[in-house]
């Protein structure tokens, strides 16, 4: 009997154990995020304890490893703005219309066929897109334009694009499957076409996930690192043409690594600043995102 | 004039009907010609010596081994590494809290952050973190935990929505039998979630896979001539080999990626296919 009782304890004990271990496991992404902001801080302080805030913000050149070392950010931040609003040209409305077919038109047997040819884009890493986007993007771009840059802005965009509208297209899908089919039926008693249909009672009513879909798409695009090191170019240069050679803050970021750049370098600094950026400017796109949806939530 | 109107609005349906089936057109056409590019230029590259050697400065001779195997020991760490920790936070959050605690809410949230957090700012994590002030140098150990940090928030989601799937009854008839909630977790709350857990954790781990940016960040290089042998060897994988010829000159160095690609395609692929044998299993046990 008493060997019994020392076996429930000892079961009693193994439960206590694992409890607390299973915390210290939550912990860990409490932490991740801790330690993500502490590092770029850290380093971020010391960057502008060298460059002054003003220059970095508002400084047009960026030669952060040549003489004249120049720490302006804005051919950085332009370049990456530049491939969001490409690849936002092609993914938004090219993946709500997907999402649209899918949702209100499109037969069960054609769904079938077409959603997983979605899910393979969307899985496709993106150095593959980039070598696309290299090897064959950039020569048609080139036969139709020929002033047309080896590595340039478009070529670049467009591959970006490719790879979000998956993204757009399932999340819209989800939010316009969501709509009642009631609401949808009252409308169709009414003599809708499916086009009134669509336009007039679906899309509004799913419009706030819409929404956020595509915040979170631009979101995707100003992270997207590897597409835009391959095919866009290491030129940080101020220009508006989509044609010409650029650096995103990404690209930047990938180009600095790989050299073996050390701690404590100027370089290194540069490298978590432009980090920071980059990191806040993607936060505030998701906390924009979650607050359309978490205002607009519509309730059947 | 009805009968005008009548055909005018049919007429507008079918235009945005074909409008629309030009969209998904788009996609497809996509897809085919990134296929077609990638087989045409790889395809002819692709052979036995190609997979059995390593990487050289001449095109003819460059292989992939180092590559290959890199990429299995940092995704085979990531697994096992992301599936503890991810299990492991998902039975905490699902099973020991309340989800209107604030410690719940709190992580919850810091999880959805994560979530939107771009890859390229977890290489900077690892750098700083695990690179420099750990002084794990740049291996596949570095790789791996910047991986598992990665996709830890998709592992950790999916589990929580598999584990909140599983029926109470099936809870509460373990617990009659007096079992521990230890054991009713282990016994029949994760092999009857097991299914739900490794779907959405094969898609998480292919990420990972196919990731190059954070791995750069890291210090992975285009050029490693040796077998890595344990977790603290210098390594690379197949995307940061796949982006190193791909930035070369030289144009036999983009079939030579062309031909990586394909690997990595194929790796990709039968983890998939692994992932779905393994549902496969678990689904015939439960039912």
Redesign the interface.
């Known amino acids: 009997m008493s060997s019994k009782k020392y076996e429930i304890q000892k079961l009693h004990r193994a439960e206590f154990i694992v409890e607390k271990g299973l915390m210290l496991f939550a912990a860990v992404s409490v932490l991740t995020t801790a330690i993500i902001v502490f590092i770029l801080f850290e380093e971020t302080i010391v960057f502008f304890g060298e460059v002054p805030l003003w220059d970095f913000f508002t400084g047009t050149q960026w030669t952060p490893t040549l003489q004249p070392r120049s720490f302006g950010i804005i051919p950085l931040v332009v370049g990456t703005l530049m491939i969001a609003l490409g690849s936002s040209i092609i993914a938004l409305p090219l993946g709500l219309g997907s999402a649209i077919y899918l949702s209100e038109y499109a037969h069960k047997k054609v769904r079938k066929v077409v959603k997983p040819i979605l899910e393979v884009l969307a899985g496709i890493p993106s150095i593959v897109y980039g070598f696309f986007a290299l090897t064959f993007i950039t020569p048609i771009l080139q036969m139709i334009l020929p002033q047309t840059q080896v590595f340039n802005a478009l070529s670049a965009s467009i591959a970006v694009g490719i790879m979000t509208l998956p993204m757009v297209a399932s999340m819209s899908e989800d939010a316009m499957m969501a709509v009642p089919d009631s609401i949808r039926q009252g409308a169709y008693a009414l003599g809708s076409t499916r086009f009134e249909v669509a336009v007039k009672v679906t899309i509004p009513a799913a419009m706030s996930s819409i929404g956020a879909a595509f915040v979170l798409a631009i979101s995707r695009a100003i992270g997207e690192t590897m597409i835009v090191a391959i095919a866009a170019g290491q030129s940080p240069v101020l220009t508006l043409n989509p044609l010409n050679s650029i650096q995103t803050m990404t690209g930047f970021m990938v180009n600095i690594s790989m050299g073996d750049i050390q701690q404590g370098t100027i370089e290194f600094k540069t490298l978590f600043a432009v980090g920071t950026v980059l990191f806040f400017m993607t936060l505030i796109m998701n906390l924009i995102a979650r607050a359309i949806i978490k205002k607009n939530r519509e309730v059947y | 004039m009805d009968q005008k109107l009548y055909q005018r609005?049919?007429l507008?349906?079918k235009l945005?009907?074909l409008?629309?089936?030009?969209?998904?057109l788009?996609?497809?056409t996509?897809?085919t010609?990134?296929l077609y590019?990638?087989f045409s230029?790889g395809l002819g590259w692709l052979d036995w010596q190609f997979l059995t050697s390593m990487p050289s400065r001449s095109p003819e001779k460059a292989g992939i081994l180092s590559a290959l195997v890199g990429s299995i020991w940092v995704i085979g760490l990531t697994s096992l590494f992301s599936l503890?920790?991810g299990v492991?936070?998902a039975?905490?959050?699902e099973e020991?809290t309340d989800p209107k605690k604030w410690i719940n809410r709190?992580?919850q949230l810091?999880?959805?952050?994560?979530a939107?957090?771009?890859?390229?700012?977890?290489?900077?994590?690892g750098?700083?973190?695990f690179v420099?002030f750990l002084g794990f140098d740049k291996s596949i150990l570095s790789g791996a935990l910047t991986l598992t940090?990665l996709i830890?928030?998709v592992i950790?989601v999916a589990a929580q929505e598999a584990i909140r799937s599983v029926p109470r009854s099936l809870r509460e008839a373990s617990y009659s039998l007096g079992t521990?909630?230890?054991?009713t977790i282990t016994g029949v709350v994760l092999p009857y979630a097991m299914p739900g857990i490794l779907t959405g954790s094969i898609?998480a781990i292919?990420?990972a896979?196919?990731?190059?940016?954070p791995l750069?960040?890291v210090?992975a290089a285009?050029y490693i001539a040796f077998l890595p042998k344990g977790p603290m060897d210098w390594f690379t994988v197949l995307?940061v080999q796949?982006?190193n010829w791909?930035?070369r000159p030289q144009e036999e160095f983009?079939y030579i990626?062309?031909a990586g690609?394909i690997v990595?395609?194929a790796v990709?692929l039968s983890a998939n296919a692994v992932a779905i044998l393994l549902r496969n299993k678990y689904q015939n046990r439960m039912d």
Do not use: W
Not at chain 2, 19 to 24: E, K, N, V, W
Not at chain 2, 110 to 114: D, E, G, K
Not at chain 2, 116 to 124: K, N, Q, R
Not at chain 2, 180 to 183: A, F, I
């Open positions: 609005r049919h507008k349906n945005f009907h409008l629309l089936a030009g969209c998904i788009f996609s497809i996509a897809l010609l990134l590019d990638i230029k503890i920790l492991g936070t039975v905490y959050l020991y709190i992580i810091n999880i959805s952050n994560l939107g957090v771009p890859a390229i700012v977890y290489g900077l994590l750098l700083a973190f420099r940090l830890l928030p950790t521990t909630k230890l054991q898609l292919s990420r896979m196919g990731e190059a940016a750069i960040m210090g285009g995307p796949i982006f791909t930035s983009q990626a062309a690609i990595l395609m990709l």
